[in-house]
């Protein structure tokens, strides 16, 4: 069975400044996606990033990117230039067939 | 843009009645899942559906619940019988047709959800 695991429930960091979310995942397939999608106060589930599992490039979103590890089943989230706005809880993600398989979470605080 | 609409947002019920949650997927989609978060908790998959029938359900997705899309637009979740362990958020996603080249995968729209609590 697949599973995602995120080891920290809460981080924060100061605005302009750049935190990385962890997360692993646990599967034996070879072709799979990742996702992160955050989740804001207001509960809507808004995909930030995604990472085809056959391409080696890391995924890029303005200023979100990935380190993908494919070898290490390790899939983190960095976010450059930290904004107010990217308060929030961040959910690591996997698919191999259409079903989302999420983690337990990061809650992301931003300070001014 | 086009947007997956829920409603209602909110609903308060009695344990032991039924409920049925709605979403209005986006128009052209042809894959339909409804998720649900505990308070404090991550999101569980409960079901997808397809072409009018169940594709994929979890262990969570039991004889309780059921799902439909009775006029073509409409999308729902039904809970014959809610219990107190029922209370979550639970959201609709919907996802389009399989793209022609490249990736596979659809990626999957969420609504805002509704928060369902059983007294």
């Known amino acids: 069975a697949q599973t995602v695991t995120q080891s920290q429930p809460e981080m924060s960091v100061q605005e302009a400044e750049t935190v990385t979310l962890s997360c692993t995942y646990d599967?034996?397939?070879?072709?799979?996606?990742l996702f992160w999608y955050k989740q804001p106060p207001s509960r809507q589930m808004i995909l930030v990033i995604r990472?085809?599992?056959?391409?080696?490039q890391n995924a890029t979103e303005n200023r979100f990117s990935v380190n993908f590890q494919k070898a290490a089943k390790s899939f983190s989230l960095k976010i450059s230039d930290s904004q107010l706005g990217d308060t929030a809880m961040y959910f690591c993600?996997?698919?191999?067939?259409?079903?989302?398989?999420f983690g337990t979470g990061t809650r992301l605080q931003v300070f001014p | 843009e086009p947007e997956v609409t829920q409603t209602p947002s909110h609903q308060v019920t009695q344990m032991g009645q039924e409920v049925i949650l709605r979403c209005v997927p986006i128009?052209?989609?042809?894959?339909f899942y409804w998720y649900r978060q505990i308070l404090g908790q991550k999101v569980e998959f409960l079901v997808s559906?397809?072409?009018?029938?169940?594709?994929?359900k979890s262990e969570i997705f039991d004889d309780q619940f059921s799902v439909e899309r009775p006029d073509g637009s409409n999308f729902t979740l039904k809970i014959r019988s809610t219990k107190l362990e029922d209370s979550a958020m639970y959201f609709c996603?919907?996802?389009?047709?399989?793209?022609?080249?490249?990736?596979?995968?659809?990626?999957?729209?969420f609504g805002p959800g509704t928060r369902l609590t059983v007294l």
């Open positions: 128009s052209n989609h042809l894959y």
């Open positions: 559906f397809y072409n009018n029938e169940i594709s994929e």
């Open positions: 996603a919907s996802a389009g047709p399989p793209k022609t080249s490249g990736g596979s995968y659809n990626e999957q729209f």
């Open positions: 990472q085809e599992a056959y391409k080696q």
């Open positions: 993600a996997f698919a191999y067939t259409d079903k989302l398989i």
């Open positions: 599967t034996s397939e070879n072709n799979y996606y």
